[in-house]
């Protein structure tokens, strides 16, 4: 085992495992029978057509950058290379707060879903937040689910793999069986009417499909850990986002055969339902719930590794304590940046669920905000570096780069005022700038003690074809 520098370990299944099982996380159990109800089954279809496309179009921008540069932190080392150390800290710094808010919400998802199976298991009064009240045995759930995480990713990125790889089969399995007895024993009358609500029932669905892709920029994070070729890096990239657009439309499709509009509507969980009705037992759904609960451990466990991956590469880029660039002497994780992520996903539970909302759609923003900052890079490389090695190179790459660039722009104008999905002020907006205040602070403190010491270190790296912890 090598010392000091990440291992090359992950091979294809394991990696498309790590992207695909964090597209597919609780999402699509709890929202298909709402996106049906807005646009119709056809609607609903079309509109994750539509979403698709733009993912894609940004996925294509990640997977050339990805096999180019196949390094720890992903987007920090593409930005920085494109736009200089304020580039790389805005890009690096904003999706860490994505990945912050899907890790925390995650320990907040399971105690949630616990409750499908366990009714009522909910004792021992704390207290509310924003109205939410939180249970002791509730929050106990959460703050056992995110210590086994964070030992499980201390553990090593095979250990993480490994739980991804079988637990993501195992969704795709239930998701399957759901599927197969939709069409055996459903009817397309159910489907009818095809278009709900217009235009408008149609926007409100493509606005959601960005954030059900949200996860397959976690390859670019772990690039430094997996033992590929470097085009099929971007091949992998691309593919685990074609089979999530091919999943959400075939679970919207699988429950519109099964469940009537009516029945739809009055059901709190129109997946689980619709199993249940496919194969005519109680058991069906509480095996999709099961599914479900694998859904929320593999978006938990693939955001926890990119989450550490990042603010390691920045502490490692001297843009954060360097504490935080430290690897596990046994295991080569970074260690100390698993426990920072993780410590704030044991604690998020006691928050309750509207509190960790608030963060998630801030988290979201910052997501699409760093998407929008790789196409950039994308096209200032391709302007500025037009001789850079591609192992993968994406055909007409201008033309995908401007319209991945201004598809991720129109994502963000949707959560500014005015829009439909607009963040909530002031509770989101407060995490918003609390978030740039402080990376504001953590910026100003790394220009003044370390200088330009990041791109000495990035050059070094690109050179070199890992993070060098000795640097």
Not at 158 to 186: C, E, H, P, R
Not at 329 to 341: E, G, Q, R
Request: net charge neutral.
């Amino acid at each position: 085992m090598s010392k000091g520098k990440f291992e090359r370990v992950l091979k294809r299944r394991e990696v498309l495992a790590l992207a695909f099982g964090a597209m597919i996380g609780w999402g699509w159990v709890v929202l298909t029978g709402g996106w049906i109800e807005s646009a119709g089954s056809g609607g609903a279809i079309l509109a994750f057509m539509i979403g698709g496309v733009a993912v894609v179009l940004i996925g294509l921008t990640y997977a050339e950058l990805a096999s180019a540069m196949p390094l720890t932190g992903g987007e920090h080392v593409y930005s920085h290379r494109a736009l200089g150390m304020g580039g790389s800290f805005f890009c690096t710094w904003a999706i860490i707060l994505g990945y912050i808010s899907v890790v925390a919400f995650e320990a907040v998802a399971l105690p949630t879903v616990i409750e499908h199976l366990f009714p009522n298991y909910k004792v021992g009064f704390l207290w509310s937040v924003a109205g939410w009240d939180v249970y002791f045995t509730w929050a106990m759930v959460g703050v056992a689910g995110a210590i086994f995480m964070t030992w499980l990713n201390i553990r090593g990125i095979q250990a993480s793999a490994l739980l991804q790889k079988v637990v993501t089969l195992l969704i795709v399995v239930v998701g399957v069986m759901l599927a197969t007895g939709s069409l055996f024993n459903g009817e397309t009358s159910n489907m009818e009417p095809l278009f709900n609500n217009g235009a408008k029932g149609l926007l409100a669905v493509v606005i959601m499909t960005p954030f059900m892709f949200v996860g397959f920029d976690v390859i670019p994070q772990a690039a430094e850990e997996i033992d590929l070729p470097y085009k099929q890096i971007g091949k992998i990239l691309v593919l685990s986002v074609l089979m999530a657009v091919g999943w959400y439309i075939l679970m919207i499709l699988a429950v519109s055969l099964v469940m009537s509009p009516g029945e739809t509507a009055v059901s709190s969980l129109a997946t689980a339902d619709a199993m249940t009705a496919a194969y005519g037992g109680g058991w069906a759904g509480k095996l999709l719930v099961l599914a479900g609960i694998g859904g929320i451990l593999t978006s938990w466990n693939a955001f926890l590794v990119g989450g550490s991956r990042a603010v390691y590469a920045m502490a490692h880029a001297k843009m954060l304590p360097a504490a935080l660039g430290k690897l596990h002497p046994k295991y080569n994780t970074p260690v100390n940046s698993i426990l920072l992520i993780g410590a704030l996903s044991v604690v998020a539970p006691l928050f309750g669920r509207k509190a960790l909302v608030w963060l998630v759609d801030a988290g979201g923003l910052g997501i699409v905000v760093a998407y929008a900052t790789v196409a950039l890079s994308f096209l200032v490389l391709r302007k500025k570096e037009p001789g850079m090695h591609r192992p993968f190179k994406v055909a007409n790459g201008h033309l995908v780069g401007f319209a991945a660039l201004f598809l991720s722009i129109g994502i963000t104008a949707l959560y500014l005022p005015g829009s439909p999905s607009a963040l909530v002020w002031p509770y989101e907006w407060a995490i918003v700038l609390a978030w740039v205040t402080l990376g504001l602070i953590f910026y100003l403190w790394a220009r003044s003690v370390h200088g330009g010491e990041s791109d000495q270190i990035i050059e070094l790296e690109l050179s070199s074809g890992y993070s060098d912890t000795g640097t």
